[in-house]
């Protein structure tokens, strides 16, 4: 038994070295996507800094700080059926409360009114977000840079696997990430925005506040999104977008929408917030449960990125709830009250088309890829990781040199949190189950 477990042992340490590193150093593994600090293209910069500059609104420094904090503690409009809900169980309640006192003076109506009071200081009052000319300024200052340090990042995934684009739709400012990726390869950039004025100013922030011309040819501005599913496009890519949306309805309908759009990589971005993450799993679910009544493209949707599988979410399973979100390093606009460097917390999720899919490197049935969803601690002997693996479960693993191999060691060690790393099936493997 013990030569049985040594020799499965040596076989999966030699397929890590084969399989995966194909001769790299273990300082840059397949499983590394994380990047060092992101700054904006200097261009991209100098035309934002024009546009806040000549706009002159007033108390910007603050402006942008409550809408950042607004933007980030944002919830979820609470749907139709959620509130009748409620208040069927308030009114039920509130009735056999009354019974128990024997007191017939409370009508049915006082209850009803009871009711409403409740549920109105109870409920979360989403309000949509009118972006006029001065308030997408504001957002400009605000959320310029973290979004597109998010954006950058989240598309370094695919970037890892694939370098070539012909043509992209972009819904919000993350045109200039996917051109940091793939430049002149990106063909045409068809850029979506329900505000005009959005519109207005990010074509004007293209322009990169010089007169060489555009920093991007070939990008299109418009205020409604194509549904038509005959022009596909290589890249979609949707960045804290479905937030804007009020209903689960409009969601479903939007990300279907995109779907359609999709020949090869669909690209969501979130906030980083339980509400975030829970809009990125309702998407999730949305392409792999629901069936559309007309199919356009028979390829089936597959989960790409930064799951490693196609189950229930773990962290939407664990109470309390954590969201799986990432963190990507940036600097922001030299503006008043900014730092030198800020944290983008954030969350992802790509789908790609099924024949489309990129095998992972080293996939067997000794080697699995698992996602790190959270820091990672380096310790004298050992690398303490949390680990998604591919079996859908959350785990806590603890990587040595003796159990694991020299090189798993030495790749966990080069890893952080937001990386995949391979995880090798032995029988004494140090994987437990988070509790």
């Known amino acids: 038994h013990s030569y049985k477990q040594l020799f499965c042992e040596s076989t999966a340490v030699a397929l890590v070295q084969a399989e995966l590193l194909k001769g790299s150093p273990h300082r840059k593994h397949p499983g590394l996507t994380n990047l060092k600090t992101v700054r904006l293209p200097e261009d991209l910069q100098r035309g934002a800094l024009m546009l806040i500059h000549k706009s002159e609104v007033k108390d910007l420094s603050e402006r942008s700080s409550k809408l950042k904090n607004y933007l980030w503690s944002r919830k979820r ?63 400009l200052a605000a959320r ?49 925005d329900a505000s005009g004025a959005m519109n207005t100013l990010a074509e004007q922030l293209l322009s990169g506040g010089s007169e060489k011309g555009p920093l991007i040819k070939h990008a299109y501005f418009r205020q409604f999104l194509p549904v038509s599913p005959k022009v596909q496009s290589d890249l979609v890519v949707a960045a ?127 080697v699995q890829w698992g996602r790190l969803t959270a820091p990672v601690h380096r310790r004298t002997r050992h690398v303490q990781c949390q680990i998604c693996s591919s079996t859908g479960k959350l785990k806590q693993l603890a990587v040595t040199p003796r159990k694991h191999g020299r090189d798993m060691y030495r790749c966990a060690r080069s890893s952080d949190w937001g990386d995949r790393l391979p995880t090798i099936s032995t029988e004494d493997n140090a994987l437990t189950e988070e509790p």
């Open 77 to 139: 409009a609470v749907e139709a059926s959620e509130l009748r809900e409620k208040a069927v169980t308030l009114e039920r309640k509130l009735m056999e409360k009354n019974q128990q006192k024997e007191d017939s003076s409370t009508s049915d109506a006082k209850i009803r009114k009871k009711v409403l009071y409740e549920l109105r200081k109870m409920t979360y009052h989403w309000m949509p977000l009118r972006y006029d000319e001065e308030l997408g300024v504001v957002y």
């Open 144 to 192: 310029l840079a973290g979004s597109y340090a998010a954006a950058i990042r989240a598309l370094n995934e695919v970037n890892t696997h694939t370098h070539t684009h012909t043509h992209t739709h972009i819904y919000k400012y993350t045109a200039l990430a996917s051109h940091s990726h793939w430049g002149d390869s990106l063909k045409e950039y068809v850029c979506v």
């Open 240 to 366: 804290f977008s479905l937030s804007e949306l009020s209903t689960q309805k409009e969601r479903e309908d939007t990300v279907l929408t995109l779907w359609r759009k999709t020949n090869t990589y669909l690209v969501l971005v979130e906030n980083g917030t339980k509400q975030g993450h829970h809009i990125l799993m309702e998407a999730r679910d949305v392409l792999l449960k629901k069936q559309e009544k007309v199919l356009h493209d028979f390829r089936r949707p597959v989960v790409f990125a930064p799951c490693t599988h196609e189950l229930s979410c773990p962290k939407l399973l664990n109470q309390p709830v954590v969201p799986c979100n990432f963190l990507q390093s940036y600097c922001p606009l030299p503006l008043p009250g900014s730092g030198e460097t800020e944290q983008e917390k954030f969350s992802y999720l790509i789908m790609c088309r099924e024949e489309k899919q990129v095998e992972k490197p080293g996939q067997t049935e000794l």
